[in-house]
């Protein structure tokens, strides 16, 4: 068994019980201020309900933005190609986010109290072939707010709550889940350390059975699953420390978990490390050079997931919450078809040397993997590696092939400008008729939840980039701001920045524009920076 590096000193000792608080009926965000942000965005947007539940915002075929009446979940996307650069954006969004808390119809006043956090701001640079890349440019700042009882964060799906503002002060997307909380009378007594210390190593064992592991930190908390309580926790975040290379070729990073155990007597269900939700994937065909993806129907994209093998169940629980958000826009009414095509283990011949029948025959990819810099693993978190550097010239969605769209659900496979300088370099060969690249710049949580809200949103047509910037955005997972040092640039850097590569021009496609778009001339690159 693998070291657990865990003192009982680490847990928190909470001096008396904690109250639960009771969850009232949804908020929801009133639909003219929805329609306000989705005209800022496209002018001609046009309302319609879909599957006689979402109330959502079209431009042409692309949503911009939807109203979820039974769950109160509203959220809008911003186009990013016609965003215009500023100057300390952020500055201006954290001013509109103070206002944004104080508004009673989106946060009406309860037992909570609501935090606005620091903005991140999401840079821009696009780069010609053979000419000097462009200036680097801020053109979105995002501000996530943080909901708290008693001075305590309060996490889960059940209160989500992210603006996003543009350089003239506008709102470009949003997020909102909320109903009201008010005191239940009931109260939760703490266990004894000991007590708390042993499903906090279950789960970790249970996760992370092949690599030694450090427990960060752990941090009193709420819960909000969705369903009738916001009740307290304990948070609890572990480092699983990567193997150092004695080849001198890059391994993937340290790679992070977290979870949540109840203080005392559990009122619902809390997410548990390491168990199997859905069907495992398959072992793919081996070396086989002709497609073996599932024919799809016209205008039907075809969807291959790929992950790690000899490792986390938290890596298969990601690739399955993808496919569900995927079938839960087909259940709310999008008319967009998936056909899951491909569900295997990772091997390297599926991106290498048999890429024309794996990765390159469907049009949407994702990848589960330990990573680092352009390379991930195939196999637990240093073995069967693959390079960016060693996919053929012929790259993907050329002529005869498929894949348009590639989420790499890694840690900093995908870096950027301010990384790297070379970071446009390693994809000219990659991008034959590809249209996006959606990964992190910097390490992650394995299990941070981001891979199923994307899934939904590019499953009613929201643009694949914004959505994926928008998921991880309004990802409490990276509420607490941890770190780690980054062995890269040598500094310390924040978990959880999400980054992009698109064609320029194209950085608003949606799942239904599968067409090759031919090698690529002109890249631009989307990061969240530091």
Not at 335 to 357: H, M, N
Not at 502 to 515: E, N, Y
Request: net charge negative.
């Amino acid at each position: 068994m693998a070291k657990i590096n865990f003192l009982e000193e680490q847990i928190p000792i909470l001096r008396g019980p904690m109250p639960v608080l009771r969850l009232e009926t949804p908020v929801l965000a009133a639909e003219a201020t929805i329609e306000r942000f989705a005209r800022t965005i496209a002018p001609g947007a046009e309302f319609r309900t879909l599957g006689n539940i979402l109330r959502a915002a079209f431009d042409g075929p692309r949503m911009v933005a939807y109203v979820n009446p039974t769950s109160g979940e509203s959220k809008v996307f911003p186009a990013l190609e016609d965003l215009k650069p500023g100057v300390e954006i952020s500055a201006r969004a954290n001013a509109i986010a103070l206002r944004f808390a104080a508004d009673q119809e989106l946060f009406p006043r309860d037992a909570t109290a609501l935090v606005p956090l620091e903005a991140s701001t999401l840079m821009q640079a696009r780069h010609t072939k053979g000419a000097e890349r462009g200036k680097a440019n801020e053109v979105l700042s995002y501000v996530r707010f943080q909901r708290q009882v008693n001075g305590y964060p309060v996490w889960g799906p059940g209160t989500r709550a992210m603006i996003a503002v543009d350089a003239d002060g506008q709102i470009r997307g949003f997020s909102h889940r909320w109903r009201k909380a008010v005191a239940s009378g009931e109260t939760v007594t703490p266990y004894s350390r000991a007590q708390l210390m042993r499903p906090i190593l279950a789960q970790i064992e249970r996760s992370v059975p092949n690599a030694d592991v450090t427990v960060r930190k752990v941090t009193p908390g709420y819960f909000d699953n969705g369903g009738g309580v916001i009740q307290p926790v304990l948070r609890f975040g572990a480092t699983i420390h990567a193997p150092k290379s004695r080849s001198g070729k890059r391994l993937p990073a340290n790679s992070h978990v977290y979870g949540y155990v109840w203080i005392g007597e559990g009122f619902e269900p809390l997410p548990e490390l390491g168990v199997l939700n859905g069907a495992p994937p398959t072992y793919a065909p081996q070396k086989r050079t002709q497609r073996v993806a599932q024919p799809a129907a016209a205008g039907d994209p075809m969807v291959g997931r790929y992950v790690v093998r000899n490792d986390s169940a938290d890596w298969v629980n990601s690739a399955n919450s993808f496919l569900g958000g995927l079938q839960m826009a087909n259940f709310f009414g999008s008319p967009i078809p998936f056909t899951d095509s491909q569900y295997y283990w990772a091997e390297p011949f599926e991106y290498v040397s048999d890429k024309d029948a794996f990765i390159n025959s469907v049009h949407i990819a994702l990848t589960e993997s330990h990573g680092n810099w352009g390379v991930f693993s195939t196999r637990d978190n240093h073995d069967d590696l693959v390079f960016l550097t060693d996919i053929p010239a012929s790259g993907y969605g050329g002529a005869g092939s498929s894949l348009a769209y590639w989420t790499i659900h890694s840690c900093e496979v995908v870096p950027t400008q301010t990384d790297e300088s070379t970071s446009f370099d390693v994809w000219w060969d990659i991008f034959q008729g590809l249209h996006a690249v959606t990964g992190y710049r910097t390490e992650i949580w394995i299990n941070d939840g981001a891979t199923g809200p994307f899934g939904f949103a590019v499953g009613l047509g929201a643009p694949v980039v914004s959505s994926w910037l928008n998921a991880v955005a309004s990802d409490d997972a990276y509420d607490e701001g941890d770190t780690y040092f980054d062995g890269n640039r040598n500094i310390t850097e924040p978990m959880g920045r999400a980054s992009a590569i698109a064609v320029c021009g194209h950085g608003d496609d949606i799942v239904t524009d599968l067409g090759s778009l031919g090698p690529a001339s002109c890249l631009t690159e989307w990061w969240f920076n530091n």
